[in-house]
């Protein structure tokens, strides 16, 4: 079954820095991923995604990259802002499914004034 | 707020007792999907339904855990005989469908289980 990686588990960046979460995912034959970010009594928000036939996508401060050769993805966050701490999660779409995700482990981001 | 709605938001209950949470989807969304999060992990998904059919359930899902859709619209998850292991947060999802689909997730259900 698809497995998915990420890193790191925690990550502290000083404001107007850049951030660079990673994942790696299995199953080379998984079409799309998703990126949730989590606050902290809250429900994961969808944030970004990338589909398997586009490289880059971008949207505002946030950018998605993906390389299928490798299997991996990650998320950019630039010009990062206290609001933007949380706990962000990478997914997958698993093959042949009805559109279940297996999710990272997450990753905690830390921005500091 | 059209966004997924899940009652209650906090649940404790002691071991043995029966629990049930509710979600209302997103109202044209046809797919609806039910997760676990522990602490510090990420999602995991545990069954779903297209309308009022229950398509898929997780090994994780034992025999104490049912999820019904009556009408295809909102669902219940009832867990039976509670244990300290079922303490969670339950995550209920839905989306449109089709192929890649964006899921949506409600705020979830805190379950302890003392």
């Known amino acids: 079954g698809e497995n998915v990686e990420q890193h790191p588990s925690t990550l502290s960046v000083q404001e107007g820095d850049s951030a660079v979460i990673k994942c790696t995912y299995s199953?080379?034959?998984?079409?799309?991923f998703p990126w949730y970010k989590q606050e902290l009594g809250k429900g994961p928000q969808l944030i970004i995604d990338?589909?398997?036939?586009?490289g880059e996508k971008k949207d505002q401060r946030i950018a998605v990259t993906l390389n299928k050769t490798a299997k991996h993805f990650s998320l950019h966050i630039t010009e990062t802002q206290p609001e933007d701490s949380a706990v962000y999660f990478c997914?997958?779409?698993?093959?042949?499914?009805?559109?279940?995700?297996?999710f990272g482990a997450g990753t905690q981001v830390v921005v500091t004034p | 707020d059209t966004g997924v709605s899940q009652n209650p938001r906090h649940k404790i209950t002691k071991r043995g007792q029966n629990v049930t949470f509710r979600c209302d989807p997103i109202?044209?969304?046809?797919?609806l999907y039910w997760y676990r999060q522990t602490l510090g992990q990420g999602p995991e998904f545990l069954t779903y339904?297209?309308?009022?059919?229950?398509?898929?359930k997780s090994r994780l899902l034992s025999d104490r855990f049912s999820a019904e859709r009556p009408k295809g619209s909102f669902s219940t998850l009832e867990i039976q005989r509670t244990e300290q292991g079922d303490s969670a947060m339950y995550l209920c999802?839905?989306?449109?469908?089709?192929?890649?689909?964006?899921?949506?997730f409600g705020s979830g259900t805190q379950l302890s289980v003392l």
């Open positions: 999802a839905s989306s449109l469908g089709g192929v890649g689909e964006k899921l949506f």
């Open positions: 199953d080379s034959a998984s079409n799309y």
């Open positions: 990338i589909r398997s036939n586009v």
């Open positions: 997914a997958a779409l698993i093959t042949d499914s009805w559109g279940k995700l297996q």
């Open positions: 109202s044209e969304h046809n797919r």
């Open positions: 339904f297209q309308n009022e059919a229950q398509l898929e």
